[in-house]
Antibody
Framework: EVQLVESGGGLVQPGGSLTLSCAASGFTFSNCAMSWVRQAPGKGLQWVSGFGDTAGRSYYADSVKGRFTISRDDSRNTLYLQMNSLRDEDTAIYYC????????????WGQGALVIVSS | QSALTQPASVSGSPGQSITISCTGTSSDVGGYNYVSWYQQHPGKAPKLMIYGVTNRPSGVSNRFSGSKSGNTASLTISGLQAEDEADYYCSSFRGTYTLLFGGGTKLTVL
């Protein structure tokens, strides 16, 4: 059974940093395309960052480029999202998601980690 | 990156069919066949309903179908059921190696 479990969410002040983790199990994680998608309270989905189908290639939404860094540890089956210079508008539930047919569609999602940026 | 355009809400009676549109540009929806649709019930993670414009993952009812014409993709739900009431989001690959989502459509089953 595929499982994705996010952790690391919490309350952080504007300008602060936070790192999210996504522990994966039930599939071959190594080189599997994965993404982070967020959802602000009461709002729609927004893709944040992801690894494509080409090993090692990562991509970012313009709104987080230069502030967020996606990484992975295939030996630990874990995906990370390091978030720096956080802003109020980064407040959201952050989901990790596993590719399905391509790197751009997601069949499995975690339960989400809530990040609140507030002073 | 601007979101794809979806109607804010649609409604239909049980047994009817509804269609949700998703409008982008030639740089995303119109240029690639990486359009997906997700269903999201309150408090739950999204569920993949359609991928690659027209394909259904196994286990998704054949009442759900997808299509595309030009820069607009569509999700059609036939034989509406109460359990279909949810938010629906489209997504599309964009040529700059990013993914866009639509703003979401709230489906109400009357």
């Amino acid at each position: 059974e595929v499982q994705l479990v996010e952790s690391g969410g919490g309350l952080v002040q504007p300008g602060g940093s936070l790192t999210l983790s996504c522990a994966a199990s039930g599939f071959t994680f190594s080189n599997c395309a994965m993404s982070w998608v967020r959802q602000a309270p009461g709002k729609g989905l927004q893709w944040v960052s992801g690894f494509g189908d080409t090993a090692g290639r990562s991509y970012y939404a313009d709104s987080v480029k230069g502030r967020f860094t996606i990484s992975r540890d295939d030996s630990r089956n874990t995906l990370y999202l390091q978030m720096n210079s956080l802003r109020d508008e980064d407040t959201a539930i952050y989901y990790c998601a596993k590719r399905f047919n391509s790197a751009w569609d997601f069949e499995y999602w975690g339960q989400g980690a809530l990040v609140i940026v507030s002073s | 990156q601007s979101a794809l355009t979806q109607p804010a809400s649609v409604s239909g009676s049980p047994g009817q069919s509804i269609t949700i549109s998703c409008t982008g540009t030639s740089s995303d929806v119109g240029g690639y066949n990486y359009v997906s649709w997700y269903q999201q019930h309150p408090g739950k993670a999204p569920k993949l309903m359609i991928y690659g414009v027209t394909n259904r993952p196994s286990g998704v009812s054949n009442r759900f179908s997808g299509s595309k014409s030009g820069n607009t993709a569509s999700l059609t739900i036939s034989g509406l059921q109460a359990e279909d009431e949810a938010d629906y989001y489209c997504s599309s690959f964009r040529g700059t190696y990013t993914l866009l989502f639509g703003g979401g459509t709230k489906l109400t089953v009357l």
